[in-house]
């Protein structure tokens, strides 16, 4: 069965750091080919040092990325690059100041070649509450909020605790079950960004060993694959057990609190298998092939919020 290409959109009203996020992705590929469709390449600013050519809307990188330009039909862009030949790793796309980002996410979705990985939306601390009391743009900043699987609350540094503490509010009152991360100059962790490997949130959690509680934020200074254990628990299993669709399903529809991402094969029959995904507020079970290495389950959730006992009792337990 062919793996479906992940789609990441990334939203958030203009001057939020979505530009800034989507060069860091682009610096930061570590050997991922990625595809990212934006609206303006002038707005983007990329390195030269990164760019090894252009041709018409796209411009192709040093580290086998390539980003290409929407112009008036992101459909065409994004089939473009489903039929370029090229092997691509993820898809991102970063939709303008001021459009919703679900919409496009749904667009995304409708590619059979797609799987939606989460939208992301970005929201700076210091303009929030300024352009949340403003009739004319409230409409639009809360229906980006409610498409949101994380809210990344950006240029934190910028805002006192009090204001801070109010933006977190707003952000709550508009979309309460949507996880929260807080943050400057668009620093998002990869493991945020791009969703889990199973093998190496297993490895991650093995050699930091357990993580005592402790809930916390980003404080700028912890960023690196190998620092994430100061920013997150990450829990995994092997179920040996069969476990029924439909009980999986309706735990994604109400999954415990504190839970960032979740991923993972299981057995769902006698020769059935399906991989279980969770991002931010959605979740899906899809048909898998059997795993090499058997089932499995990886989840990770800021340091000392993770629902481990949910999760035992979900994925752990004895049939």
Not at 83 to 112: C, K, N, Y
Not at 175 to 184: D, F, G, K, L
Request: some cysteine.
């Amino acid at each position: 069965m062919k793996p479906r290409l992940q789609l990441t959109v990334i939203g958030g009203f203009l001057g939020a750091g979505k530009t800034t996020l989507v060069n860091r992705w682009l610096r930061e590929a570590e050997g991922q080919r990625i595809a990212v469709l934006v609206n303006d390449f002038g707005a983007l600013n990329i390195d030269a040092a990164l760019i090894a050519g252009a041709s018409g809307d796209t411009i192709a990188l040093t580290n086998g990325c390539v980003c290409c330009q929407i112009g008036d039909d992101l459909s065409r862009a994004l089939i473009q690059v489903l039929e370029s030949g090229t092997r691509f790793d993820a898809v991102v796309i970063e939709a303008s100041g001021v459009s919703d980002p679900w919409r496009i996410a749904q667009l995304g979705m409708a590619a059979p070649e797609l799987a939606l990985e989460g939208v992301i939306v970005l929201v700076d601390a210091a303009a929030a509450m300024a352009q949340a009391r403003d009739p004319l743009l409230a409409d639009t900043l809360e229906r980006q909020l409610k498409a949101a699987d994380m809210v990344v609350i950006n240029k934190v540094d910028s805002v006192t605790p009090d204001e801070l503490a109010r933006v977190r509010e707003w952000v709550s009152s508009v979309a309460s079950r949507t996880p929260q991360y807080e943050t400057s100059q668009s620093r998002l962790p990869r493991v945020l960004r791009e969703g889990l490997s199973l093998s190496e949130a297993r490895e991650e959690r093995d050699a930091r060993g357990c993580t005592q509680p402790g809930c916390g934020h980003d404080d700028h200074s912890h960023h690196e694959a190998h620092d994430h254990g100061e920013l997150f628990d990450t829990w995994s299993c092997r179920p040996g057990r069969v476990f029924d669709p439909n009980a999986l399903r309706a735990w994604l529809r109400d999954t415990p609190p504190g839970l960032l991402r979740l991923k993972g094969v299981l057995r769902t029959g006698e020769a059935a298998w399906s991989e279980i995904q969770f991002a931010g507020r959605h979740g899906a079970l899809r048909k898998a092939d059997a795993p090499v290495d058997g089932a499995a389950v990886v989840a990770i959730g800021l340091r000392g919020c993770l629902p481990v006992a949910a999760l035992e009792a979900a994925f752990a337990a004895s049939a």
